[in-house]
């Protein structure tokens, strides 16, 4: 989930100069237009240590006007504060209507306190439930969200808490919060994942904002903000905000542009030989693991997306050539049949859920809904919004009995697919595989891969991660995906 | 919670025969328009062991069109299901658009087991937490949810259960489901009453029938699942459902008109002497209670509804006399401040959350959001069906800590309301307190009496129950209340 937003977003100072002028202008537009609205706006402020949370919010004061916006922290409870409810300390610094409130960490400091300290999953559930509620009936009364979260790499954060343990004026940095927790990256990862994920919804989404570069920070904070206020101004919260959000522009453009699907070295390739010599050497150890999985009882579910003529039909046969046909199945999705119009977009998959022990490849899955359904406008900004936490439900409910999910993308250039497409025009026996429809949906690579990029962040998970292959050389991503097969079923295995 | 329902309703075989003609066919039309719409309508029947759950679908059965209907148990699980994530068994049953589903149990079998079975709070909590996600996401999606829980009193469930264990045909009864729980009623009420609360939500709220009497059971049973019917063919589901809902009829008015007010024994006085010496009795030792409290720093809060002139002030007077004014404080809730109308409704009385140790005494409260919101329509329904779950949620967070939370509802019949209005008008120093506002309340008497019928049976909850004080005698009234108070004191206090 994290990881995905590692992607080196970086802005010069030139560029940061540029677009912050332009930005403080629709800033301080937007804050004199949100005055009249009915909405309060919630910047909930949160991350690893050390991301310069305290820096971003002082920003946002210089941009923005400090008449109808006040930031609030949450550090020792007062004694006020300790004999009321927990919740008391946030609901009485609640922004009115027409106000930006900034809160620094708000209820999830609570939350990842308690996870933290291994206090017991009923109350880390119960709180999970109740910060869900709240964000709900306040986005109901008009509410408008804008969750932020900060990441660092590993090592960037490791040089960073060394760095201002010699600098007095981060003191705060250091004495308060995470303390101690810089040994425990990993461990923090993890729970931040589950909070983040169990509190993505669609009317309060996280935003996880990459904070290596600094000038990348502030300007995509500020982007992210302003986009909200306008949301807030046209009234774009609450129950009805449905119909509205049918006509909002669908991306959510990065300031520079990188996405995930960036990180893919596409040189990457395979000699005939070599490809020859591992593909064998790992179909024969995954006949075997299919059928310890089948011993062992677990049920492998793989899922495969990626641009057309990517090369998923041919990764996948590589995978199934080495699995007894009786132990796998494999489902190709395509336009739903009448009955599953009848029925929620998820019951098509619930209905393909294997047995124990099963292996079962999807070719195209549920991410049709942020990604077609999406850039088609078949879901609602709502609905395919929404989706991204039914999907981690979903998958979370399918992996909790020891079963494995993994998840594909086959990435290619969009030079390659053009040179795949034209081969397939040209040869005869491939003409069936190249459509009109293939042709207009390159057109709208651009909107994919946004899309694409949202769902890798937003659903890989730590029990069905997203794999990115390669694929411009197909020899390449077929022996990638079917080592990945094998890696994760050893492991599940205990082999 | 359960409690509130059990008021005796009956129907004799007349009536019932007379309301079934007009029944069935309004439902057999709805059926038929349902198949042309977009919504599946999900019935759940559940409740209380011996309550005739089998007898009720049958019913239903009987009265709709058996094509477009499908009945679906969840007994033992099969292998495959076993197999498979917990919500395979349902997923795979769901009934498409336009068609209904009858699901006995259903998803809240598994969670009243584990909770019945001690599992631990991360898992039950984990469940409700995927119940509330599963029937959101359903509903957006156009299902209707008609939950439908069955009670019976204590002696008459252990008189069906006794004679059943004589009957063959009930073997199914016994045998399966809840066998040996006969035994535990209390904490299977209890628990039962945990698992209601969480999941009674604005999109799919629960319906708990009384069930004593079949002929009311089934034509109350029948009315529900037509008003649903009527609201599916409507369109009345999903997010955008708040708009319409504005134009629905508001009551739930009941097939016999009986509410939990005519439970209240109006008759009940008390002469002046033993007036006085009660009350001081019970002042004398609330003072020291008052102090105790403060030692064992547990706050006290005290909610007072009622009819307009059913002596709410004079009672809450008497609580006061008693307690020192360090000690406490009265909010009177008149309309919104203008700052209270900036925030969401709950805001306004998350201010005045007492600290520990303290008395805050309400006279009027946030029951006004499904009291003169509801009736006068300042709150939209979807707005105030929320609320309830919102009211239980914000009041189980006031008394976790230990403090003590008592609600009473001051009832009066509207011939002593008239009399008391006439001496307001004709004593001077009454006139004050008594405006063309409570004469308009009057005469939506009917209206508040279904709302404080609902507002009961939904939130009288184990940490914050409703009192329903008998108030025709302000004499009697006010050393209930004080009686009350001091009773509950004592228990929380361990004195």
Redesign the interface.
Same mark, same amino acid.
């Given at each position: 989930m994290f990881e995905a937003a590692e992607l080196g977003h970086k802005l010069s100072k030139e560029a940061f100069k540029e677009q912050e002028a332009g930005l403080r202008l629709r800033l301080l537009n937007c804050q004199l237009e949100l005055g009249k609205s009915t909405s309060?706006v919630i910047i909930i402020v949160s991350g690893v240590q050390g991301a310069g949370k305290g820096a971003v919010v002082n920003r946002l004061n210089e941009w923005l006007d400090t008449r109808g916006l006040e930031n609030w922290s949450f550090w020792e409870q007062s004694d006020?504060e300790n004999?009321?409810?927990?919740?008391?300390r946030y609901?009485?610094v609640?922004p009115?209507?027409?106000t930006i409130g900034i809160f620094f960490g708000a209820w999830y400091n609570d939350v990842i306190d308690d996870a933290y300290l291994c206090m017991?999953?009923?109350?880390?559930?119960?709180q999970?439930?109740?910060i869900?509620?709240l964000e709900r009936?306040?986005s109901?009364?008009g509410?408008k969200f804008v969750k932020l979260w900060y990441h660092l790499p590993r090592k960037e954060q490791k040089d960073r808490l060394e760095q201002s343990t010699h600098d007095q004026q981060s003191y705060w940095n250091m004495a308060k919060e995470y303390t101690g927790r810089k040994k425990e990256y990993a461990r923090f990862m993890s729970i931040a994942e589950r909070i983040v994920r169990a509190t993505d919804t669609g009317v309060a989404p996280w935003h996880i904002i990459e904070a290596t570069d600094n000038n990348y920070r502030d300007i995509r904070t500020g982007e992210l903000v302003c986009r909200a206020l306008e949301e807030a101004i046209r009234g774009e919260t609450g129950?009805?905000?449905?119909?509205v959000h049918d006509t909002v522009a669908l991306g959510d453009t990065d300031v520079d542009d990188i996405t995930v699907l960036d990180t893919v070295d596409l040189s990457q390739r395979l000699e005939k030989k070599e490809y020859r010599n591992r593909l064998a050497e790992m179909q024969g150890v995954l006949t075997e693991l299919a059928w310890e999985a089948y011993r062992q009882?677990r049920?492998c579910i793989l899922v495969f997306e990626g641009w057309d003529a990517a090369g998923k039909g041919g990764a996948i046969r590589r995978v199934t050539q080495a699995v007894d046909a009786r132990l796998r199945r494999t489902i190709s999705v395509a336009a739903p049949t009448d $009955?599953e119009l %009848?029925?929620?977009?998820?019951?098509r998959f619930?209905?393909y859920?294997?047995?124990?022990?099963h292996m079962r490849i999807f070719d195209r899955s549920w991410y049709g809904r942020v990604l077609v359904e999406r850039v088609e406008g078949f879901a609602t900004p709502? $609905?395919w919004q %929404?989706a991204y936490?039914?999907i981690n439900?979903f998958e979370e409910?399918?992996t909790?009995?020891g079963d494995v999910l993994l998840k594909f993308w086959v990435h290619i250039s969009k030079e390659e697919q053009l040179n795949r497409f034209q081969l397939r025009e040209q040869t005869p026996y491939k003409q069936h595989k190249i459509t009109d429809e293939d042709w207009r949906n390159r057109e709208k690579w651009d909107l994919y891969r946004e899309a694409v990029d949202d769902m890798v962040s937003r659903t890989s998970t730590e029990f069905a991660p997203w794999y990115l292959i390669p694929g411009d050389n197909k020899r390449f991503a077929r022996v990638e995906v079917i080592t990945t097969v094998v890696r994760s079923l050893r492991k599940a295995l205990g082999g």
């Open positions: 309060p006020e004999e009321r409810p927990k919740a008391w609901w009485r609640l009115a209507r027409g017991d999953d009923g109350r880390v559930e119960t999970l439930n109740r869900d509620d009936m306040l109901q009364d509410a129950p009805a905000a449905q119909d009882q049920a $009955e %009848a029925h929620h977009y998820l019951w619930w209905r859920v294997p047995r124990a022990g709502l $609905e %929404a936490r039914q439900s409910q399918l909790e009995r």
